[in-house]
């Protein structure tokens, strides 16, 4: 199956160094899913990695880097669901960004989970169908 990766992911992966034991099985996963070419890319999720990076070069390295995935192709019933999961959040308190959403309706509507950091994916799965792809098994196994 396909694992549409989040912003949260790919910034983590993109950091010179990992934190802690938890970010390095985050980055490892992530290369496992590139290896397995199950690795999905959007458009908003290329836009928002590309998005504050001042240093000309550097923005020119990534977007080469990233140019490796194809964006898969959203449409109309994307966004369309998009705003609705974004009204149906909004009514139950829970705001959240329109990319946020789109990730969400591109991932529904094409039987995708979301491989994300991003702790407000936790909170429309409750009101919103989600699936969340969690990191397969631990170091060393």
């Known amino acids: 199956m396909k694992v549409l990766v989040d912003t949260s992911v790919w ?3 993109l ?3 990992q934190k802690d034991e ?3 099985r985050i980055v490892k996963e992530l290369q496992e899913l590139i290896s397995e ?3 999905v890319m959007i458009g908003p999720v290329r836009q928002e990695l590309l998005s504050g990076i001042s240093d000309a070069a550097k923005f020119r390295r990534l977007r080469q880097k990233l140019r490796a995935f194809d964006d898969a192709d959203l449409n109309s019933g994307d966004y369309e669901t998009a705003a609705e999961f974004s009204n149906t959040c909004r009514r139950n308190g829970i705001q959240g960004s329109h990319t946020d959403f789109l990730i969400c309706s591109f991932s529904i509507n094409n039987n995708c989970p979301i491989f994300t950091l991003d702790k407000d994916f936790d909170l429309y799965r409750k009101h919103i169908p989600l699936s969340l792809h969690k990191v397969r098994r631990e170091l060393g196994e």
Do not use: C, F, G, P
């Open 11 to 13: 910034s983590l992966a």
């Open 15 to 17: 950091r010179k160094s």
């Open 22 to 24: 938890e970010d390095t």
């Open 37 to 39: 070419s199950r690795v």
